[in-house]
Structures are given as structure tokens and as C-alpha cells.
């Protein structure tokens, strides 16, 4: 089982930033990658960003060269960087940590409300 609680959601003006913060615990030494997923009101949950164990990223096309990801393995903790921000960055964001064993398992966290708006 993996644990994860995120942080750092707020309200912010359009152009303004935030960083949210994702820690992990539990069975952690079986996480295969960590990322950030984001889900607005009457649409799918999309994949903002993601960092895999060699430090390699993906992000989603509509947050590339805006949002960075980031971790600290001594904290088990990932962090999303979100400038430029705009009101169609409004979505919860959710924390998500994929294991893999013998299988592929995705652990989710509760999520964190960003509103961008003036």
C-alpha cells in the first residue's frame, strides 16, 4: 500500500503560480513513477506530468514549458511547479503514484482544488 497526501492548492490570479506538493509512504520502494493528474469539471482526468525513477518527465501538451516537475527522494515527495497559470488550469489535481510488483497498481491521492480566476 502507498499513502499520498497533497499540498498546496489554493486560488491564484491567471499569470500567478503555485507548487504542489505530493508525499509518499508506505511500500514505496515499489513505486515505479510519480506524477500529477488533473481532472475539471465535466471532463476526464488527464496526465499533467509525470517523473519516472531515471528523472526522465512527460507532461501533457497543454502544460509543456509552463508546469515542471520535480522530487525529493530523501523526502518521498514530488512537487508540481505551475507558472503562467490560466483559468483553464481550474481542475483538481491529483497525486498519483504507479507500482509495479507482478503487476501494474496505480495509488491515487485525494486531490487538491486549483482555481485559477480573476
Known amino acids: 500500500q502507498v499513502q499520498l497526501v497533497e499540498s498546496g492548492g489554493g486560488a491564484v490570479q491567471p499569470g500567478g503560480s503555485l507548487r504542489l506538493s505530493c508525499a509518499a509512504s508506505?511500500?514505496?520502494?515499489?513505486?515505479?513513477?510519480m506524477g500529477w493528474f488533473r481532472q475539471a469539471p465535466g471532463k476526464q482526468r488527464e496526465l499533467v506530468a509525470r517523473?519516472?525513477?531515471?528523472?526522465?518527465?512527460d507532461y501533457g501538451d497543454s502544460v509543456m514549458s509552463r508546469f515542471t516537475i520535480s522530487r525529493d527522494n530523501a523526502k518521498n515527495t514530488v512537487y508540481l511547479h505551475m507558472n503562467s497559470l490560466k483559468p483553464e488550469d481550474t481542475a483538481v489535481y491529483y497525486c498519483?503514484?504507479?507500482?509495479?510488483?507482478?503487476?501494474?497498481?496505480?495509488?491515487w491521492g485525494k486531490g487538491t482544488l486549483v482555481t485559477v480566476s480573476s
Open positions: 498519483n503514484a504507479r507500482v509495479v510488483t507482478t503487476i501494474s497498481m496505480d495509488y
Open positions: 508506505g511500500s514505496i520502494f515499489n513505486i515505479y513513477a
Open positions: 517523473i519516472l525513477p531515471s528523472g526522465s518527465t
